[in-house]
């Protein structure tokens, strides 16, 4: 071989080496569930304007895939220099939307740039994952301070995503925050007290005693782990009693379309043409499609255009009627598949960053992924979370994208070493 045929070879292959090491698995399964998401996009209706969403999707699929491959060139380590100015972003965008935000369905979450409307609070979940890897990275960061710090830091994104309202991408970040704070090593008795009274505020309306037993219950777990014991006793059960009024207080905050939505999937019998009207027909698109299901092209419940927003909420409707017990399972498959191997990654990182930065990640897939599920067989309410990479959804496609990016670079430049905690 002559000298300029090594030196091209010797090339290429130190352009390629930062991809050696890519989770080839953990990359595919996106790519396919994008491709099968193209399909069932333009499968939901027999016109010019949801073939044109189905090509959409896969070509802001193929352009996610590219920002994923080049992002994982990067040495993740680079974005602990710039977690504050990516805070400082997204939280600025987020603000920019309040002021110059397009409204739709009942809330303004966008902003149009360049005729495009990209939706920051999406955006917002890869840079809330990156700044809070960065504070968890250190043993500090799971001391009561920490943990204070922590959720101050969430709380910003968290309260702007909020009030466009955004109900669902602001539980979101509440996932996030928890997956994160368990794994690095929080008190688990810190984290039931911040759901407790989120808790408590449910069973204030559906059981008074369950309720007052889960109030004394919290009061146990504070007394067995925090400290000034009487005191912390004191206010976490104090805190629960009172979270049924305040759950009232807050519930009157809420859209009526919110309302509907968090009651609605208990009984959606209850209003049939209204607020129950999703959930009806997804079960029905679902039930309808059996073991094979009737193929694509063939549901009467998607074609018909009998689910509203098939195309993005409910995309998995479309695919429990036309491909059947067989399709949905293989989508579930892919996804657990996914979480897999974020949680390997997360095991082998060679330092607390990296793994904190797949736990991210796949705090944030899975909690969307259950969540969309569930909703699609009446097994949660609708609160408009988006199924990943199978959703139509610009901004959101992009964003799974870019963190898949980062969780790639994790694995690529990590040690062949087992991760030590």
């Known amino acids: 071989m002559s000298t300029s045929s090594l030196r091209a070879k010797s090339a290429w292959q130190r352009w390629l080496q930062p991809w050696q090491h890519l989770d080839w698995v953990l990359l595919l399964m996106p790519v396919l569930l994008t491709g099968f998401a193209s399909l069932v996009i333009t499968s939901t209706q027999i016109n010019l304007d949801t073939t044109v969403l189905g090509w959409n999707h896969f070509i802001l699929g193929t352009i996610g895939l590219v920002l994923a491959l080049w992002i994982a060139r990067i040495r993740y380590e680079v974005w602990l220099q710039w977690q504050w100015i990516i805070y400082a972003i997204v939280n600025l965008s987020l603000v920019a939307v309040i002021f110059v935000g397009t409204s739709g369905f009942g809330a303004q979450r966008w902003i149009t740039i360049f005729g495009f409307n990209v939706q920051p609070s999406e955006f ?249 599920i569930s909703m699609t067989i009446g097994l949660a309410p609708v609160t408009g979370i988006p199924l990943p990479w199978m959703s139509y959804g610009r901004t959101a496609l992009v964003t799974n994208f870019i963190a898949l990016g980062i969780v790639e670079s994790v694995a690529s430049y990590r040690h062949r070493l087992k991760f030590r905690n």
């Not at 009232?248 to 859209?255: D, P, R, T």
Request: charged residues 10%; hydrophobic residues 55%; aromatic residues 12%.
């Open 124 to 372: 917002a979940k890869v840079g809330l994952i990156i700044t809070l890897a960065a504070q968890l990275r250190d043993t500090q960061a799971t001391t009561l301070l920490g943990v204070v710090k922590v959720l101050a830091i969430a709380a910003v994104p968290w309260s702007l995503v909020f009030v466009q309202p955004d109900l669902g991408t602001s539980l979101v970040f509440g996932a996030i925050t928890l997956g994160m704070l368990y794994w690095a090593n929080v008190n688990p008795g810190w984290l039931v007290l911040m759901i407790s009274p989120l808790v408590a505020a449910i069973l204030f309306h559906f059981s008074l005693p369950s309720w007052l037993v889960w109030s004394i219950g919290m009061g146990i777990i504070a007394w067995l782990t925090l400290p000034w014991r009487l005191f912390s006793t004191v206010t976490a059960t104090a805190i629960n009693l009172i979270s049924g009024k305040l759950g009232e207080v807050f519930w009157g905050f809420l859209k009526d379309y919110q309302k509907d939505r968090l009651i609605l999937f208990l009984d959606p019998d209850k209003d049939p043409l209204g607020g129950g009207y999703h959930l009806i027909q997804s079960r029905i698109a679902i039930g309808a499609g059996q073991l094979w299901g009737r193929g694509l092209h063939q549901g009467t419940q998607t074609q018909l255009n009998f689910i509203p927003e098939q195309h993005t909420d409910f995309i998995f409707s479309a695919v429990g009627e036309e491909w059947g017990f067989v399709g949905a399972i293989a989508v579930i498959t892919a996804y657990w598949l996914i979480c897999l191997r974020l949680v390997l990654i997360a095991q082998n990182a060679k330092d607390n960053f990296g793994s904190l930065l797949a736990i991210g990640v796949f705090s944030m897939l899975i909690f969307q992924v259950v969540i969309n």
